[in-house]
């Protein structure tokens, strides 16, 4: 069998003897602490542990190293894993003079450069050993990375490592030595959140990307605008805002540069989504000219520079706020009606002999060349690719979410792909359990090696018509960490689990662990999502 | 938090839509006037405490200042230029008494004033104690928005004066970590949304039949009946909870409920259950069932330092006592049936958590089956339904008033209005047994509920009952 297979095999059997050993069963209240296993999410691409209990200081520091060990993003990330890990009561009931196996956390960044991108190198390994071990003398543990996104992510795996023994009332790491080298399967990861629909504080905004980081999502695709409201300030058309649904429930360009900081310091990219022509229809509250006509208000007029000196408008103002390389342009459900039955607009198709499918085409390729010129990379939902391919600049990226079996004839004809099949990775489906969200393959139906390399990966999408402040998080999670872990880890670990009792324990852990951080994943044994727990029971069993 | 503050804010966004007097404010104190002038927030506006007898040395009124300005500014980046005029630089806060522990029936009342003339201008605020001060900036915070024009935190309808004081002094919350554990965060985050709608006592019913999930130093097996290893608190994980609530004026009351509701505790100590096959209630014909309770209380009583303990004693099923055979003959030779052995138990309970400094509190079964023989200081926890509270208080005992028709939030169809209307003194004319009612508590049962939910379950109802 080719060589990876078998490295793939091996970890996977290794950790599955681990977690064997210890069937999932709810981890027993006078179990001792010795016989807790280890749960780790999303699964590393290679790990081996030990049987060593290693004791944590609780003023646990860390050990800049290297170009990027200084970068204050590490610093940080180190600060806020150490606020997870430990107590707010630790330091001051850490004993004088007590001695720790593991007092100081080495990390090791090779390069200082901060620029967040996509296929960012975020691989890493991580070494948590005792002092006299095999590959150490001194014990502690190490976090090495070529970038400090990959430190970032070390950060959350080795924050996984750290468990609180109830007993000695310290934090330890179990099964040491630990040995993991780490890296994604693909490097689009992402999150759709909806703030059309329902307008989410900027705050809940950021709870969102704090959960995103403990599962190693990494791309936060922003679905600012719809046809409900418009929520976003746009300074070179200030109406446009005038779309929202209340005059509080807006943001300020300042509030998107503060998500989009907010994130970057996670290793998280937001992608800004602006939708046309269709779902459009709350730009015309500000300027009514966008509508076909005061009856006919949706898709944007095609008929009208007005509206590409709108889009125009709002891409160049979105280019100062949002760096990552990729803009979402919509273009998905596209209804043409009014452009037919609205005189002006009928009368333009006519003069230039289109019909409204050319119409479509011509609108989605204008807006593309527009987000092209800012040096953009279009992203845009299938139907564009569907209705016509040929046409399609050669750049874009299709979002496909309508069905399964469309990145394959996405990548066929040379277009990269993001996978987003609606029947398992739509969020606000709310029938769709855990199980079959872990089974959404984004490369299912391609086998050639090259057009594989074209799936960018994929993306859970909340959208928001019946989810808002009060219920987002628990309708997220847990489902999104299924397709966390399908994007991240390898994929023969991943077919190499059992999903009813390997998986399902770890998933239980990383829900319990969501909540103990205070993020409201909801129950994972539940049928529907986000519903109450149905009895009194433990986290981990329901 | 900011979960609980945002669906706060939508109650009063729509509030706002309707009330034509743009009195935004929840809940409504007991004076309000006001004018009609905007004023802004400067961006770095200060603390003073100029004329306070209270010196802050364990920084609790500065803490809540800057938790208060983090909050106003919390959702939206405040980068606007300071206007020349208008603007509020300062709060300045006088407490006139230097406590700072808090206790029941601490006095939190408080004027707040907000003044259109002034140079500098700043608000004041006037309290008898810190905790006073506390409510005060809730109420403050609430006065506050973010301008999307000016990019900075305006305060409408100015110059307020507000005279506020609690028509109750027990405003509580019931949260039950034993039917689902509930991580530190969430509690803590329910905490937070207290402080919000100023209520001030979180009820924390701990232990109950399905799990037993706090530490207990004295007696170490009992909390081998939470639900997992690492579904549990330390003594420093209660302190820690003890301590931020303090912080935000909130009572921590402890209820350990006996001898119902105790399943869990043989799972650690297997003595404590009649039998094997008989689990509750606690076996109330050994000596050492009260020894535990009191290694229980005493553990407590270092830790949970509000006046009143729960006791609990609801829904006590005795067939278990009656069925195994030498919990019969004890009853037989003590001459006691089932009615006496449970009035005993909780007899016997109080007089240990006496022994500890307690003041108790007991569900209202124990007052409606031995009402006369109760301790006098018992303060009786009505919830079964809303004619109790007139009986308790003709009988001399203080109530808290939880009729669960109105106030269980675990009832999901008990209506906003339900909960705002409901009235504790419903029934009670006489004034002096008017007083005897220290207040209500909205009880968030959990068998339905956990992390993923709690929240949303609470709020926005619990905010309606603390309207009143």
Redesign the interface.
Known sequence: MPPNLRAYLLSALLLLAAAGARRHASPAANASSAGEPVYLWPLPKSVSSGSRTLTVDPDLALDPQGPGGRSLAVAEAFQRYRGLVFAPWAHAARPRGARYDVTRLTVVVNSANDTLALGVDESYAIYVGAAGGVNSIVGGAIIEANTIYGAIRGLETFSQLCVFNYDTKNVEVRNAPWHIQDEPRFAFRGLLLDTSRHYLPVDVIKQVIDSMSFSKLNVLHWHIIDEQSFPLEVPTYPNLWKGSYSKWERYTVEDAHDIVNYAKKRGINVMAEIDVPGHAESWGNGYPKLWPSPNCTEPLDVSSNFTFEVISGILSDMRKIFPFGLFHLGGDEVYTGCWNTTPHVRQWLNERNMTTKDAYKYFVLRAQELAIKLNWTPVNWEETFNSFKENLNPLTVVHNWLGPGVCPKVVAKGFRCIMSNQGVWYLDHLDVPWEDVYSGEPLDGISDRDQQKLVLGGEVCMWGETADTSDVLQTIWPRAAAAAERLWSQLGAITAQDVETTVLSRLHYFRCLLNHRGIAAAPVTNYYARRPPISPGSCFVQ | M??AL??L??FL?IGSCIAADNIDLWPMPQSVSHGTQKLYIKKDITMSMVGSTYSDEKSILKDAFQRMVDLIT????V?GINPSSSVLTCVNIVVHTPEDELSFGADESYNLTVPTTGDPLYAQIEAQTVFGALQALQTFGQLC??D?TS?LIELNSAPWIITDRPRFPYRGLLIDT????L????IK?VIDAMAYSKLNVLHWHIVDE??FPI?IPSYPKL??????????Y?M??A??IVRYAEKRGVNVLAEIDVPGHARSWG?GYSSLWPSESCREPLDVSKNFTFEVIDGILSDFSKIFKFKFVHLGGDEVNTSCWTTTPHIEGWLKNNHMNVSDAYRDFVLRSQKIAISHGYDIINWEETFNSFGDKLDPKTVVHNWLGEDVAPKVVAAGHRCIVSNQDKWYLDHLDASWEGFYMNEPLKGINDTKQQQLVIGGEVCMW????????I???IWPRAAAAAGN
């Open positions: 900011a979960l945002r669906l804010l939508a966004v919390l959702n939206h980046v980068d928005y973010f999307f990019r034993a039917r689902h554990y991580p530190v965060k969430i985050g399905q799990s530490e909390w081998n009946g939470s639900y997992s290893y690492s579904e549990r330390t420093s994980d302190i820690d799972v959990g068998e339905e509920i956990d992390a993923s939910d929240q949303q379950t």
